[in-house]
Structures are given as C-alpha cells and as structure tokens.
C-alpha cells in the first residue's frame, strides 16, 4: 500500500453513459497525475495538477474527459459519453513536488470496461 | 525526454542476480535514470534514480555507463516476488510525467 488510494477499483459501464474515478493521493503530496495504461502498454500520460492547478493536459486527454482537484487534496476523473476505446487501466500518481523527493508513488488504479 | 529501449522479457533463477540493460543513447547531460516495477494488477512502484554515479538501496543497484548511454538496474538476489514489469524511464524531473515504454518483462524462476 503506498498511500495512494483509488475509488472504485473496477468499473464496468455501457456505451454511452458517465462515469467518475476518485484518487486520494498522500496527503503531503501537492502534485497529482493521471495516468491511462492498455493491455501490453505501459502506462500513458493524462493530466497533472499542482495543488488545485492543472498544469498540462496530454493530447490523449479529448474533450469527453475532464480532470479537478478542487481543494487540491483528491482528484476526479470523468469521462463523458464512454466509447469501448475508453476501456482501460486508470492510474493515478501523487509526488511531493519540486521541494520533496523526486518520485511518484501510484494507485492501484481503477479498471474500466466498456461494454 | 529522451527515449530508452529495454529487452521485452528475460528469465532469472530465484536466487540469483537479475541484471536488467536499458539504452538511454540520447540521453541529456541532466536528465536522470529512472526505474519502476509493476507487479500484476498494481500501479507502478518506484525502486530507485541516478544522475551520474551509481547508486544502491534496499531493493536494488543501478549502473551507468560513464558516457550515460545505458544503464543497468541490479536486483542482487532476486525472488519470486520479483517478478513484474521493469520499466526504465529518462527524465528532467521525477516530478513531472513520465514516459512509460512497454518494459522489460522479468520472470524469476523457482
């Protein structure tokens, strides 16, 4: 267990609905990131937020996903309108931030399958 | 950040050391060595980074090269447990996103 917990573990949707990830990260941590990993992949960039800030959007991310972390503590993920493309591993990461250490520590993640 | 290329899989017998190359030719002068693990159905777990000189902790060595073109991570002895996906990773910061490539899968071998 690092720390970084993730809500829910498994999600299974139809085409077509929303759907929302939670990721607590540890709680001294001040940045955040998302992360997208397929079978036989390794993980993928999505998005990162500095406290409440989100600092960079990968390309990956298109315009039926949405990332906050409103208090700069948990963040979500949504997901519009999910295609069977969206099903996928869902990571989230936290770090300390330029002053803390240098690594990332990750979830469990969340397993999305869209039927 | 600069692009690494690992074997796809290799074999190690429990017991024994499993040392894992990674080529990192374009590396820059200040980006760093990093490598991660992922063991099945888990998120990624940080084992350990360099800059330069090589570096040891609990869970592993790391080597590099003098010219910093490649590396290898060394887990001295290893275990069942240690099976999982070795990714190596070159990066200005470890605080910013990373770029996973598809890893070495290691299998330890009873």
């Known amino acids: 267990d690092t720390g970084v917990s993730q809500d829910p573990r498994h999600k299974i949707t139809k085409r077509g609905q929303n759907v929302t990830f939670r990721c607590d990260p540890i709680?001294?941590?001040?940045?955040l990131y998302w992360y997208r990993q397929t079978l036989g992949q390794g993980p993928e960039f999505l998005t990162y937020?500095?406290?409440?800030?989100?600092?960079?959007k990968s390309r990956l991310l298109s315009d039926r996903f949405s990332a906050e972390r409103p208090k700069g503590s948990f963040s979500t993920l949504e997901i519009q309108r999910t295609e069977q493309g969206d099903s996928a591993m869902y990571l989230c990461a936290s770090s300390e931030g330029l002053a803390g250490g240098l690594e990332q520590y990750f979830g469990p993640g969340t397993r999305l399958t869209v039927t | 950040d600069a692009k690494t290329t690992q074997p796809t899989s290799m074999d190690c017998a429990e017991g024994r050391a499993a040392n894992l190359p990674c080529n990192h030719s374009?590396?820059?002068?200040?980006?760093?060595v990093y490598w991660y693990r992922q063991i099945h159905s888990q998120g990624p777990q940080y084992i350990i980074h360099?800059?330069?000189n090589n570096e040891t902790n609990e869970m592993a060595s790391l080597i590099i090269t003098e010219d910093r073109k490649s590396s290898t991570l060394i887990l001295p002895h290893a275990t069942l447990r240690d099976t999982a996906v070795y990714y190596c990773?070159?990066?200005?910061?470890?605080?910013?996103?990373?770029?996973f490539g598809k890893g070495t899968r290691l299998s330890v071998i009873a």
């Open positions: 360099g800059l330069k």
């Open positions: 937020f500095q406290n409440e800030a989100q600092l960079e």
């Open positions: 374009t590396i820059s002068g200040n980006e760093y």
């Open positions: 990773i070159v990066t200005y910061s470890g605080n910013t996103p990373l770029v």
């Open positions: 709680s001294e941590h001040n940045r």
